[in-house]
C-alpha cells in the first residue's frame, strides 16, 4: 500500500464502500486522521464525537489539539474504563481521556463521559451510559483503535455483535499487550466497563486508526477477513460509513 490515499471495497459481508486513508508515518496518518473529524466538526460544531484511549489515536488528538480549532461545543464519550483502579490512577481512562483529549482540545468536562466504574450496579450505570448517548443525540464520528487479538473497545473475541455496555473480563493478550502502561503486569485490571459493539456500530461514521506494523495482521484480518465474533473489528465491514486511517507499516498486508 503505497498511495498516500486509496478507496478499498469491502471484501465480505459488507454492504458499503470503506475508505481507507494511508499516511507515510503515524503523525502523517494522525493528521489524515484529524481532517476527517475536521471536517464533521465545520459541519456540525456541536459533534458528538466517541472518544478511543491506547496508543493508535495520540497522533489523532495532537493534531486536532494542533489545529486551533473550537472544540467547546463538542461532547465526547469514551469507549470504555478500567475496573478496580482506584479513582484518579494516571492510566485510568478518566485520567487518560482528561490529559489526552478534553485538556489539549479545550472540551467542556461537562459534555465529556467516561463509564464510571466505581459505582455498585455496574449494570445500571452500563444502560444508563447507552442511554446517555441515544440522548445526546448519538455519537457522530466514533474513534476506534484495534487490539492485536481484534477487540474493538474492550470486545474481546467471541463478544456477541449485539452486545451493550457491560463489564467484560480482559483477554490475557490484552492485558499483556497494556503491560506497558503499568509498572508491572500484574497491575494491569482484569475487567472493563466498555461499550458493547452494538452500541459502537450505532454511530454514524466509524474512524478507526492505527499504526505500526504490529497492527498489519489486526488491520489485515478486520477488513478482509471473514467477519466472526471471533475477531470483532471484522464487524465494521457491516457498517455503512467507515474511515480507516493507517501508517505504510499498519497496511503492509492490505493489496
Ligand atoms: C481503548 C480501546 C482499545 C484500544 C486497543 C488498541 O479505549 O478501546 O480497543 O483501541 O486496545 O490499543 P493501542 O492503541 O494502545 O494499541
Redesign the pocket.
Known sequence: MSGRRGTAGVADGGSATLRLLVGQDADDAGKLAAEVVLGAVRANPALVLGL?????PLPLYAALSASGVDFSRISGFA??EYLDLPDGHPQS?AEVIRTEVTEPLGLDPARVHVPDPHGRDHAAHAAAYDAAIAAAGGVDVQI????SNG????NEPGSAFGSRTRVVPLAER?RRDNARFFASAEEVPTQCLTQGIATILEARHLLLVAHGGHKAEAVHRALRGPVTEDFPASVIQRHPQVTVVLDRSAASLLA
Open positions: 478511543a484511549t491506547g496508543s493508535s469507549l470504555d481512562y476506534l483503535g484495534v487490539g477487540h474493538i473497545g474492550f490484552t
